[in-house]
């Protein structure tokens, strides 16, 4: 049984893996994340255990064909290679760990002899185990104890009480009996046992006595094959696997809650090809995950049942990303993303750990790409999209459509000061300008009136609101000036207030306070930073650089915090002066957000994610989801998370990604 709660899921490589290293129970959180790093000489990984919290040990297929083993200390940030006697066609199935030291892997070779190897340092140094050979390749290996462990092959069981210094076999079928590859074993003690596999039907196989004697139990006709087996006391099980059907393969999940005397299967949600993988961190928590049958839906899922596999509800990993184009930050560690797929259709994505790890999140089908996100809150979180709102109220788990205002052709970004009070700038299909509002969390707007002669303009490419009643835009005209809109009433009234003079253009705004603001964009060749210190009234410029500037964000009045291509600037000072800051990838970054005034996540092009936790004195670039083609704006909304959104590769287009 494994000992912790989080799931990776590295599809993106083939891996048909899962781990759990530290997530919340499945009822205290939605979101699953790629493994920050793991080295590249795995194509696929077989089998996974976590025995506490933060070390984790994997098997794995290497592009050549042979195995290695890999361990984590640190949650899965990095992965090392361990030092095994692996010789070139050995491959490695199983791995379980009772204790943070003590480890067994099993596993065969071409000739299909079986392999034990154990460590008891903590993979320092792996010893192979003398195995008495018949099981044609091990599939499967479980320790009840640091010194009980039993392993199993095709028709056969192994078994030492010795730590592995020794192995017999102790249990042995013929074909006769119907049993054939026995794939996996759980033991919830160190004598009751149940082992699963195929042969002529399924095969569960119960022993009460370190098999000395065995039972094969009776399952459902309907299932083919069981693959994985978990337990959390000697009566309670779940084995997962697949059936038949007339339809094809579906996936079968199958429990007992009298030690096998009877097994009925669960309702698996979706239409589902195999549940490859279960486990129960606690009774009532159980994690389940395998691989998708849909048309246009291929891939691994992830299920999880708060009450012991009666009721199984679908999570979502990640998928390719398509694009990234705003994100938000609620609080100092969550955060949410939204862009569009390759194909054009909206995505979600999210972070709840301040940008170590980002996560994809389910939202509405058919959705354009998203242009803008802001969330007010934790759990309330508005995303635009062309022709559509969205709106979540838990982090990000659900997604609903909201209305959206009259005339509106293309949403360009949205800015909620509360979780009812939403502002939305964009345009009209004449390429007018529309600034519309909410005070019901969306579900009605009301365009505002405008100055007159600011109507036609470009889409509006920025919006700030400091506070309910105060906000002030950005954008640039038709003609090419600049566009600095502003209201103090709630929008009853705008004004218009001009740019300085060498400004053509300008694409974001950041605003501190209801009188600090400051805005970035462009001056003839050159990037240029613009502030005001009287609520938009009035704006001046503070600075210039060679390359231009598109995103900026304030997480205080004096600190802020501006990109563009291949530059980053910052200013502690209000912006008296500002610093030019290193990077680590020299890339176009388009926006860049802060949990707090020294720890700032930038966002860019090829999917960058530049972080720095002590001001912009060093910037490393992180590592999000799958491959992203580009990222263009980040909002962080408290010190513990951020959102981006932009676009990226493949089927799912753009997304919304977070590391909260």
Not at 354 to 372: F, H, N, Q, V
Request: net charge negative.
């Amino acid at each position: 049984m494994l000992h912790a709660v989080a799931w990776v899921l590295s599809m993106a490589l083939g891996m048909a893996a899962i781990a759990f290293v530290g997530l919340s129970p499945a009822g205290a959180s939605t979101r699953w994340h790629i493994d920050k790093t793991y080295p590249a000489v795995l194509r696929s990984i077989a089998g996974v255990a976590c025995p506490t919290l933060g070390i984790c040990y994997a098997v794995g297929v290497t592009s050549s064909g042979s195995s290695d083993i890999i361990a984590t200390t640190d949650s899965g940030s990095t992965w090392k290679v361990q030092s095994a006697p692996l010789g070139p066609t050995v491959h490695l199935t199983g791995i379980t760990c009772p204790t943070t030291s003590d480890c067994f892997v099993a596993g065969g070779d071409s000739s299909a002899d079986d392999i034990v190897l154990a460590t008891t340092d903590g993979g320092t140094t792996w010893l192979d185990q003398t195995v008495p050979g018949g099981g044609g390749g091990l599939k499967g290996i479980a320790c009840p104890s640091m010194t009980v462990c039993y392993a199993v092959g095709y028709q056969t069981v192994f078994a030492s009480v010795d730590g592995g210094a020794t192995w017999g076999l102790v249990a042995a079928f013929t074909a006769t009996s119907g049993i054939g590859a026995i794939l996996a074993i759980a033991c919830p003690s160190t004598s009751d046992c149940y082992a699963v596999g195929n042969g002529v039907g399924s095969v569960v196989l119960a022993t009460t006595d370190g098999w000395t004697s065995s039972v094969r139990q009776t399952v459902p006709a309907s299932v083919a094959s069981l693959v994985s087996v978990e337990c959390t006391s000697p009566i309670d099980c779940l084995a997962s696997g697949y059936g038949s059907s007339p339809a094809g393969d579906t996936a079968v999940i199958l429990a007992t809650s009298n030690g096998g005397t009877s097994w009925s299967p669960d309702t698996v949600p979706g239409t589902l090809f195999e549940v490859a993988g279960v486990t129960c961190p606690t009774s009532g928590d159980c994690y389940a995950a395998g691989y998708q049958s849909t048309a246009g839906d291929t891939g691994g899922f992830v299920l999880s049942s708060v009450d012991g596999g009666s009721t199984w509800k679908r999570r979502y990993v990640p998928k390719i990303v398509g694009g990234l184009n705003a994100v938000s930050c609620a609080s100092t560690t969550s955060c949410l993303a939204v862009g569009l797929t390759s194909t054009n259709k909206g995505a979600i994505v999210a972070t709840t750990d301040a940008g170590a790890k980002w996560t994809s999140e389910p939202g509405p089908s058919g959705l354009d790409p998203l242009a803008g996100i802001s969330c007010p809150s934790a759990l309330d979180c508005f995303a635009v999209a062309d022709g559509a709102i969205l709106a979540t109220t838990d982090g990000g788990a659900t997604w609903t459509r909201k209305g959206i205002p009259t005339g509106l052709l293309d949403p360009g970004d949205i800015a909620c000061p509360t979780t009812t009070d939403c502002y939305l700038v964009g345009n009209t299909s004449s390429f007018g300008g529309v600034v519309a509002a909410t005070t019901d969390g969306g579900s009605t707007w009301v365009a505002q009136a405008l100055p007159s002669g600011v109507t036609s303009y470009s889409p509006s490419l920025g919006i700030a609101c400091p506070s309910q009643v105060s906000c002030h835009v950005v954008g640039s005209r038709i003609a090419g000036a600049p566009v600095i809109l502003s209201t103090s009433d709630a929008g009853s009234t705008w004004s218009d207030a001009p740019a300085p003079g060498s400004v053509a253009n300008l694409v974001a705004i950041a605003c501190p306070s209801t009188s600090d603001c400051f805005a970035t964009g462009v001056s003839g060749s050159s990037g240029v930073v613009v502030a005001s210190v009287d609520g938009g009234n009035t704006w001046t410029t503070q600075d210039t650089t060679s390359t231009f500037l598109f995103g900026i964000t304030c997480p205080s009045t004096v600190a802020c915090y501006a990109v563009g291509v291949s530059t980053a600037l910052a200013t502690s000072d209000g912006g008296a002066t500002w610093s030019r800051q290193t990077l680590a990838n020299a890339g176009t970054l388009h926006g860049v957000g802060c949990t707090s005034t020294t720890a700032c996540s930038a966002v860019g092009n090829g999917g960058v994610v530049e972080a720095t936790s002590d001001g912009g004195g060093t910037w490393n670039e992180e590592t999000i989801p799958s491959r992203t083609q580009y990222l263009s704006a980040v909002s962080c909304p408290s010190t513990n998370g951020c959102y981006a959104v932009g676009e990226g590769f493949g089927p799912t287009g753009g997304l919304v990604v977070a590391n909260t």
